[in-house]
């Protein structure tokens, strides 16, 4: 079965700087997706920036962007600019993309706080 | 319209009562799910309906019965519920396969066993 591994479960960071989640991952697969999802306290879990496998290039989202290395099966994120409403639980995912890939691996999570 | 509705979304329920969790997408999205989700831990899967067929199921207590009327809608029925069931449950839809992927989660609904 897929694994994925958030190694962090806590992060700081002060406003403005940037941070940067990490997430590893371990699949047979050759084609698949990984996501980085954002949960607030209390609030709707939404996707922030998501990777498909066989795209080489690194997806980014305005201040978010990820760092994909598919040899090394690492995924992480990176905030750029941290704004006090980045705080937040982000969790990474991962799916396979074939026939049966209604299955959607999560990782433990990491807890993110912004410093003012 | 890219949203995922759920109701209700706080529930307060005892040991002996019956309730059910609804939720609606209107995205055409043929896969459908259900969550359990303790605070500051990830989802952990319950249910996963595809083409309103019941795909997976993560061997989730009987006390929970999951139905799927169409392709819009996903249910969640609650009976002789524990204590520990207590937890943020939530629904998603995807698109069934292909190059779209991504998760939708709707805002969950949010369940205390008295």
């Known amino acids: 079965a897929q694994t994925v591994t958030q190694s962090q479960p806590e992060m700081s960071v002060q406003e403005a700087e940037t941070v940067t989640l990490s997430c590893t991952y371990d699949t047979s697969e050759s084609d698949y997706y990984l996501f980085w999802y954002k949960q607030p306290p209390s609030r709707q879990m939404i996707l922030v920036i998501r990777q498909e496998a066989y795209k080489q290039q690194n997806a980014t989202e305005n201040r978010f962007s990820v760092n994909f290395q598919k040899a090394a099966k690492s995924f992480s994120l990176k905030i750029s600019d941290s704004q006090l409403g980045d705080a937040a639980m982000y969790f990474c995912a991962y799916r396979a993309v074939d026939v049966t890939g209604n299955q959607f691996y999560f990782g433990t999570g990491t807890s993110l706080t912004v410093i003012p | 319209d890219t949203e995922v509705t759920q109701t209700p979304k706080h529930l307060v329920m005892g040991m002996t009562n019956k309730k059910s969790l609804k939720c609606e997408q209107h995205m055409g999205h043929r896969a459908m799910y259900w969550y359990k989700q303790k605070a500051k831990k990830p989802p952990e899967l319950m249910f996963v309906?595809?083409?309103?067929?019941?795909?997976i199921n993560e061997s989730v207590p009987s006390r929970f019965s999951p139905e799927c009327p169409n392709s819009s809608l996903l249910n969640l029925h609650l009976h002789a519920l524990q204590p520990e069931d207590s937890a943020l449950y939530l629904c998603a839809s995807s698109q069934r396969t292909g190059r779209a992927g991504e998760l939708f989660f709707g805002e969950g609904s949010r369940l205390t066993v008295l």
């Open positions: 309906y595809s083409y309103e067929k019941l795909s």
